[in-house]
């Protein structure tokens, strides 16, 4: 056990402090937009001083940094630690990236690298479809060639961000002939092709978080595929591991948890303090136990990435499952300690932390279902976690 | 960076873990539940691995190995349910004495030829009339659930966290072994009247420094014993068939595993932490240590019953031996602070009680 950086990362850290005293200042606003001057200029510094897009190579408009996992960490967690804006998030930034630096053609890197960490292009993700929700290979939003271009027809649906965004990176069956897995191609393409209807999808929560997108005869270039025909459902799942352990990281839920802990220091219960009752305390602390192990095991986590000797499959598969439903259940506490003032919901005089407590509550169901739902986690851990066999399969009918 | 085992720690852990596997077989656990006695041979063997003197410093004979050791060491032996008083003679008893800086009784534990047992449950909550006087250096009273039946000495916690140690050849000391479901450690009632007793210490951070050794060690008893459990699990899913195919086939029984071992897999981490920091002397090791060992009475629970039930029937009974695991952590669960109570004292370390 060594839980220090070491010397040589305190003058990075010191740089990075900084950094973040100079500007603070210069962030930009909540109520600036994404396409705003500001929120540009700021993503163009982050990129500039390497705190953004860090490892990205100079040649496609990133910082140009070898990969150190201790760098990124400290970066984090300076940002953090002032509430220092980190700029551009994204599943441009966080998926599709990454994905063009492994598998993209130079002309596509070139095309579209440096401009999506710039914010100057905005992407939506075009997987999950009315049918194919868990069974994502079971995908029919079909692409047919005609010439030089891909006609698409079908429906995709769960797409965040598609009214905002300029592309999207979609999963299309190109050869409904070749079994599931192997008939799927990876697309890019423009939202304004002619075809295209956005249609928001308002969720329990009151807001449009998604979107359903409608596809018919939307015509695109040929070339702009990713990897091979057939290939698309080998090109997204290179990264779709990645976003499932980032959707409920444990440093936010104690950050979270640290709210109800104040929360239960002011709101009061028959003139007695919330966390003078035993058993809302007892909650607490049962929940602030579990979110502590979480906080340790992503260290372990951070500390395989750095010395490859570590076997810690299981701990990282466990992150999503546990993680999604821990933060569930803290936003349930701070509900449950405001009791009827935590019903409050829009436009109430008594409404708590903006109305966050109801809101993430419900959120959080969202991601205990999003990104693979927990039951599907429950069937990766047991397979490949511990070595268990896959459900048999039934016979196709009609085969 | 580097949070993890050290070579050397797993190196340990292997070591026990052969040794555990020839000589210390589920028969011989058996054996000793028939026979409390014969867990001193299976402590004789232990003491010769070095485990009696584990964290005792070289100076005293012992091994000078830390707290994070003593964990890895724990979960090995939660893990094969292992008989003995380990926790007692080897963690708390030792961490007492060094804390108090009374080592000049060190290099008998480490050597093998002490059992010393501890009598804490006065401290941490007590029970009935359960309660210790004393006058001229004299100790009279009783101590309820005092770890370790066949001890050669105790460590009592007296008046105003006061600490003591008794002989358990003084004239005015009485013992009676409380049977309880756990049939791998051994419980019992001290009746003293007017023993000779030496005062350790009356520095109440001392009892602490005990407890919260003692507290981290146990929980990684748990995690290892569910540990354990869970892997049984596993292994008897994936050779039971029912309905033409094996249960480990079957969504059912796979999500219970997969709950068993997402909530099992994080505790590893938690438990490491906890024993680093205690020997580091962190500030954060004492709330760890709380949460620790109450985060792993409640996964553990969680995991002994639902392994019980992945084997059905036969988890049940006496043949597959699953209860010992069973009870193991049953007893770890009460034993030096329940969840409710550590909860509550996490709650206080942090000033959230009034």
Redesign the interface.
């Given at each position: 056990?060594?839980?220090?950086?070491?010397p040589e990362y305190n003058a990075f850290r010191a740089e990075v402090k900084a950094f973040v005293a100079a500007n603070i200042d210069e962030q930009p606003k909540p109520g600036d937009g994404p396409r705003s001057p500001a929120v540009r200029a700021w993503q163009a510094k982050l990129i500039a001083n390497g705190y953004h897009s860090r490892t990205i190579p100079e040649a496609y408009g990133g910082y140009g940094a070898e990969p150190d996992i201790?760098r990124s960490r400290i970066i984090a967690e300076e940002f953090s630690a002032a509430q220092m804006n980190t700029g551009f998030s994204g599943q441009g930034i966080s998926m599709l990236t990454p994905v063009l630096l492994e598998l993209g053609t130079e002309a596509q890197k070139q095309q579209f690298i440096r401009k999506t960490i710039h914010g100057e292009l905005i992407w939506c993700q075009g997987y999950s479809e009315p049918g194919a929700g868990s069974d994502l290979a079971s995908l029919t939003t079909k692409a047919e060639l005609d010439g030089d271009e891909w006609v698409i027809n079908g429906q995709k649906i769960w797409t965040s961000t598609a009214q905002i965004s300029d592309w999207i990176f979609c999963l299309v069956r190109t050869e409904p002939e070749a079994p599931k897995h192997l008939g799927i191609s990876f697309l890019l393409f423009e939202m304004n092709t002619p075809g295209i209807e956005v249609r928001p999808l308002v969720d329990m929560t009151g807001a449009a978080n998604f979107n359903e997108v409608f596809f018919t005869d939307v015509r695109v270039p040929k070339d702009q595929i990713v990897g091979q025909r057939g290939q698309g459902w080998q090109v997204a799942n290179a990264i779709l591991g990645h976003e499932r352990g980032s959707l409920a990281p444990p440093d936010a839920a104690m950050s979270r948890l640290n709210g109800v802990?104040r929360l239960m220091q002011q709101e009061t219960i028959g003139g007695e303090?919330a966390?003078?009752n035993?058993v809302f305390?007892?909650r607490?602390?049962?929940l602030?136990?579990?979110v502590?192990?979480?906080q340790?095991?992503d260290?372990?986590l951070?500390?395989?990435r750095?010395?490859k000797n570590?076997d810690t499959k299981?701990?990282g598969?466990?992150v999503k499952?546990?993680g999604t439903e821990l933060r569930h259940e803290i936003e349930c506490l701070g509900i449950d300690v405001l009791g009827e003032i935590g019903l409050s919901y829009g436009d109430n005089p008594y409404l708590r932390g903006n109305g966050s407590w109801q809101y993430q509550y419900m959120y959080f169901l969202g991601l205990i279902i999003g990104g693979g739902t927990s039951?599907i986690?429950?069937?990766i851990?047991?397979?490949r976690?511990?070595?268990?066999?896959?459900?048999?399969k039934l016979a196709a009918s009609g085969a | 960076?580097?949070?993890?085992?050290?070579q050397e720690q797993v190196l340990l852990q292997d070591s026990i873990t052969r040794y555990l596997k020839d000589q210390v077989p589920l028969d011989k656990v058996r054996a000793v539940a028939e026979d409390p006695g014969l867990d001193q041979s299976v402590w004789h063997g232990l003491t010769e691995l070095g485990l009696a003197g584990l964290i005792i410093p070289e100076a005293h004979g012992g091994v000078g190995l830390g707290l994070?050791e003593a964990v890895v060491v724990g979960e090995t032996l939660g893990y094969h349910v292992t008989p003995g008083p380990f926790l007692s003679t080897a963690v708390i008893a030792p961490s007492l004495l060094i804390a108090a800086g009374q080592t000049d009784r060190l290099a008998d534990i480490a050597a093998g030829r002490y059992r010393v047992g501890v009598a804490l449950s006065e401290a941490v909550g007590a029970r009935l009339d359960a309660g210790m006087t004393v006058s001229d250096g004299r100790l009279t009273g009783k101590a309820l659930f005092a770890l370790d039946a066949s001890a050669d000495a105790y460590i009592v916690n007296g008046p105003n966290r006061q600490l003591y140690w008794v002989d358990a050849k003084d004239p005015g000391f009485t013992r009676a072994l409380l049977t309880t479901i756990d049939k791998t450690r051994t419980l019992c009632e001290l009746k003293l009247d007017q023993v000779d007793a030496t005062l350790l210490t009356d520095d109440p951070a001392v009892l602490q420094a005990g407890l919260d050794a003692g507290r981290i060690v146990q929980a990684s008893d748990s995690l290892g014993a569910a540990q354990c459990m869970l892997d049984q699990a596993?292994a008897y899913?994936?050779q039971r068939e029912q309905f033409n195919?094996?249960i480990?086939?079957?969504?059912a029984v796979?999500?219970l595993?997969?709950?068993m071992?997402?909530?099992l897999?994080?505790?590893?981490?938690?438990i490491?932490?906890g024993g680093?920091a205690l020997s580091e002397g962190d500030g954060s090791a004492r709330l760890?240590v709380c949460?620790?060992k109450?985060?792993l009475s409640?996964v553990a629970q969680f995991v002994a019953r639902t392994s019980t039930e992945v084997h059905g029937g036969m988890g049940f009974t006496d043949l597959v031996g699953l209860h010992y695991w069973f009870k193991r952590i049953g007893a770890n669960r009460q034993l030096l602070g329940s969840p409710?109570g550590l909860?509550?004292e996490?709650?206080r370390i942090q000033m959230?009680?009034?």
């Open positions: 056990m060594d839980l220090t950086y070491g201790i802990i303090r966390i003078d035993p305390r007892d607490l602390m049962r602030q136990g579990r502590m192990a979480m340790y095991n260290m372990r951070l500390s395989a750095i010395n570590q299981l701990a598969m466990v499952l546990i039951q986690q429950k069937n851990i047991s397979e976690g511990l070595g268990m066999p896959k459900e048999p | 960076m580097e949070f993890g085992l050290s994070l596993v899913a994936g195919r094996v480990a086939s079957f969504q796979k999500h595993c997969a709950e071992a997402s909530q897999e994080p505790c590893r981490a938690l490491w932490y680093h760890t949460h620790a109450a985060h409640e409710e909860r509550e996490a709650a959230l009680v009034a």
